[in-house]
């Protein structure tokens, strides 16, 4: 019976060690997945350089590992300047960056979290980056040249954020707004400048047309000019008779059998002859 007892202790001792081996093992090592980097600190205290993937061995029971996710990260942060013409300008900016794993332990033990990142150093350095970047140009030209404020702020973000182990790898503007007094007087421009272009186009529009009516009176004068030139020249009465026969014609009228016209020299249309003649050959 004794040894019964005794081998029931020694089985319980046995299974007791084994446990204890097993929990110490399991809180002896750490793996690390690739994108990840982990920091480890004993007794409170981080140490230098950080854990890459892999398996790791770590004191069990006074070691603590934290990890970073080293993968690009994304979060939308708003801003609000004044622009050069004291106008109010606001912003929100879609960030994306990813730690430097050469600097985690030093973000480790400043910063701590991520969320701390986020909150404590990307947002109020997100506000600083876009004054700079705002108070070099008006607010029209921030809205006009909104490629050139994008620059500006990205180089202004990336210095700030560097020293504190964050790569900044693109910004995107979301949203770029600014004061309803500003829009207010934006709108009226663009009516004043829509109906200037109107006036100019009526003014233009009107000379183009006083310039044609000088054309018109310049050519209809000139053919009067040619027009008497050729009926001063020898022939020119019978054109001046063969229009006034046309004009008959086109008109409409029933021309008469015989014209007769006189035969004075001072006459326009000094001959005698047939109308039905000249219908019947037309």
Partial sequence: MKNQQ???WQTTVAGFLAAI???????????????????????????????????HLKPPFISVIDVYDLTVQKFEVPAESSTKDLQNLTARFAINFRLDPIQVVEVRRKQGTLENIVSKIIAPQTQEAFKIAAAKRTVEEAITKRTELKEDFDNALSDRLEKYGIIVLDTSVIDLTFSPEFARAVEEKQIAEQRAQRAVYI????????????????????AQRLL?????????????????IEAWKTGGAQMPKVLVMSGDSQSSVPFLFNMGNLQNES
């Fill in 6 to 8: 005794l081998g029931n």
């Fill in 21 to 55: 081996i097993v929990i110490i093992s399991l809180n002896a090592f750490i793996i690390i997945n690739p994108g990840q980097a982990g920091v480890i600190s004993i007794l409170g205290k981080a140490r230098d350089g950080a854990l890459g993937e892999g398996i």
């Fill in 203 to 222: 003014a233009r529009e009107a000379e183009q047309e006083a310039q044609a009516e000088v054309n018109r009176a310049k050519g209809k004068a000139e």
């Fill in 228 to 244: 008497a030139e050729t009926l001063k020249a020898q022939g020119g009465q019978l054109v001046l008779q063969k229009e006034a």
